[in-house]
C-alpha cells in the first residue's frame, strides 16, 4: 500500500501558525462614521512602509476629520482620494473598491491592478465597473473606492532567479514552498509517480468521489486543454 499523500496529510490539520510577526497591519478602507457621512475627512500620509508578505507598499496616513454639510467641494478627483463611485465620472481609474458598502475594500486591490467606472444609472442608484479580470459588475453607487491604480505593476514581470529570493519571498508569507511534482515522485508516494521519464502515464481527470489517496490531478474536471476561438457571453446585470 502507498504511502499518505500530500493532500491527505494537509487534510488532517494540524497546529496552525501563521507568519504575521511582521506584518504592519490590514490594508483596508477606514469605517464609515458620523465624520464621513456627514464631511469628509482630510489626511495626509506621512509615510510609504514595506509590508513584508505585501506585494505592494502601503501609505501611513494621518487623519482628522472635518465636519462640513457642503462636502461636495472638497470631494476632488485627485489620485488618493477615497469617494464613493456614483460621484465619479464615467472612465474613472479606481481601486481597492467596495463589493457591498461598508465592507472597506474587497475588489482590485492586487498589485497593479485596477477597475474602471462604465456608466451609473441614477434611478436605481447603481453603478457599472470593469473589474481587472475583464468582467462587468454592477455595484451600488454609495460604494467608496479608491482613486488610481494599486502600486507594485509589474511585479510578476521580473523573473525570480534563485531559489533563494523564492524562499524568502514565501517565508514571509506562508509554509507552501518549494512544492514537489507529483511526476517526481515515486509510485508509492503519489499516484502520478514513477516510471522510466517523468510522466502522468494515466488520465489526469479523477471523479469527484474518489478515494483520498488517489485524489490528485483535475478534479471533477468539466473539460480540459486549451481555449480555443471566441465564445459570447451574455453580460447579467445583478
Partial sequence: MGRVIRGQRKGAGSV??????????AAKLR?????????????????????PGRGQSCSLPLK????????????KLNIGNVLPVGVMP?????????EKPGDRGKL?????????????????????VKLPSGSKKVIASANRAVVGVVAGGGRIDKPILKAGRA????????????????VAMNPVEHPFGGGNHQHIGKPSTIRRDA???????????????????TKTVQEKEN
Fill in 16 to 25: 496552525f501558525k501563521a507568519h504575521v510577526k511582521h506584518r504592519k497591519g
Fill in 31 to 51: 469605517h464609515i462614521d458620523f465624520a464621513e457621512r456627514h464631511g469628509y475627512i482630510k489626511g495626509i500620509v506621512k509615510d510609504i512602509i514595506h509590508d
Fill in 64 to 75: 482628522a476629520s472635518i465636519l462640513d454639510s457642503l462636502s461636495t467641494a472638497a470631494r
Fill in 90 to 98: 464615467e472612465g474613472t481609474i479606481i481601486c481597492c473598491l467596495e
Fill in 108 to 128: 482590485a486591490r492586487a498589485s497593479g491592478n485596477y477597475a474602471t467606472v462604465i456608466s451609473h444609472n441614477p434611478e436605481t442608484k447603481k453603478s457599472r
Fill in 167 to 182: 524562499y524568502h519571498k514565501y517565508k514571509a508569507k506562508r509554509n507552501c514552498w518549494p512544492r514537489v511534482r507529483g
Fill in 211 to 229: 478515494p483520498a489517496g488517489r485524489k490528485v490531478g483535475l478534479i471533477a474536471a468539466r473539460r480540459t486543454g486549451r481555449l480555443r476561438g
